[in-house]
């Protein structure tokens, strides 16, 4: 186990498992399941002291299981803009960043498994995966937390399940929320209707960057609402199974405005391909919709080939938390303007 | 001398004269020089019978000079589009359009001179040259004027000078144009007071089409207002030199631009080169625009080479008349527009 600043490279480059393209729609962008555990006749992390905080993290910093390569970033050290890299890479929730005292984030070499300590629960146990992947990304994270069970006495009740500091995640603990990209919707204005279905489902629609915040270029994130009184199995399948028919209508929409609206489509995903070979100030906004058209126009066969991989860290590489750490420094705006577009032609012009 | 029709070239490819570059700023795209000249003894054209007109405008045909291989056209024989395309390349006027029947236009192989029989006036001459060559049109326009004059007989006046169907063309009946490209002063909102200099000094602004028109793409014609009570040679000195006054500061507002606005310019100019580049559905005032920007960054270093020869014949080519040549039929808007960025994605990606 390795405690590194950010000079690592884990809040530096802009790699993350998820840009890996799982299939050439990319329309799930990718998989994300949490655990919620807090730890037996301890206080919740907002009634620790610092020095509670930070001597709680250390002594579950030493449970972490010895199979895997942890990074362990304290984040009382770490810079603003790489805390904002690792938010960006969802590898860290706004919510732990408001006191980092005694705050850890422990993730794996892959960046595929991540462990928050004291954030508003005692652990936070994530696994990312790429693409719609729940059950691949259960497996991981299961063996996990098991891991950690051997290691840490979990709170849980028999009646209630593990024991929380929010009753939002009582019971199983586990949030599983998919990340899609439904342009073709939103262009058809399906969306709301859509996720009214899904609410009454028990499921959330969220922007990118979970609770409150907007959607950006097309990307939405579903997760379960209930974690109470059904199993983690039945939870993922259930995502699954909707996310699933999510898919199917996307596909719909796409096929229906390539039959029916072409010559505005392909303009629309040639316009975005010359404005990021072409701009040379963008903000961050335009960045993920020029973005997003080139994604959509990707998976349709309407624009000149751009490599999956490289378009995904686009993605990244364009949010202010990059472009400082790119640039070493804080930016002012416009600054960042011209540092984005810069960026985004070295990726779309190769 | 022949007599032909659209098939020939001269109304449909978009070759003319003024496309071919001057120099690198290319900040004048062209200068055209036209006289006014009437027969003695003939009511003016629209007083003529159709009978009447056609057996004129057959005997000023037959006065030709025989040193230029003319090519005759009927204008009641044109299509549409083909008397459209003319009206781009600037060698014939609305004014012709109205009645077409016994007009004519008379156009050398080079294109620089035109000679419109039964327009407004009997004969209207013009000498048209790519960039800032007044004296040099001027040396051209007058040789065939004094040629056409060995053989008809003009209405010319002691005191008048040369005597025109309008008034305001009395005297000398020379209309002196250049065609300026103003980007610069426009963007700096400089171009009200220029004008209003202009008009003091007697000149007139107006769009790239004559009176009335608007202007677009940055594009600005100066000529001179007064005809009568001074000679062709001051009338061309006066607008060479307001010309070169306005160049100096265009040059400087482009100087500032690029001192003071170096990012929001070269982002201007790359969307520019990007949307003409990617773009599928173009309309008209947009390509202009767009074209405007580009020969800015071409003019400034600001963006890849692209020839100049070749944008201005695109300026050309994305008109609508040039379009439905292309196609060989008329379009609809939408038609239009995806043919209109078809051409400039061929021009601007080579």
Redesign the interface.
Known sequence: MTVVNGAAGITTLPYVAWAEPQDERQIVVSTRLRLARNLTGKSFPNRLSDAEAEQLGQEMARALPENENWQLLRLDELLERERGVLLEKHLLSRDILQHTCGRLLAVNAAQTLAIMLNEEDHLRIQAILPGLQPEAAWRELSALDDKLAEKLDFAYDGRLGYLTSCPSNLGTGLRASVMLHLPGLQLLGKLDGIFRQLAQAGFTVRGVYGEGSESRGGLFQISNQVTLGCSEEEIISRLKQLVEEIITQEQQARTWLKANRR??L??KI????????????LTGKEAMEQISWVRLGLSMGLCRKIDWRELNLLMLSVQTPFLQTTAGRELAP?ERD?LR?KIARQYVSQ
């Open positions: 010559d505005w392909e303009d040639g316009r975005a391909v010359g404005v990021l070979v072409g701009a040379h100030l416009q011209a577009a």
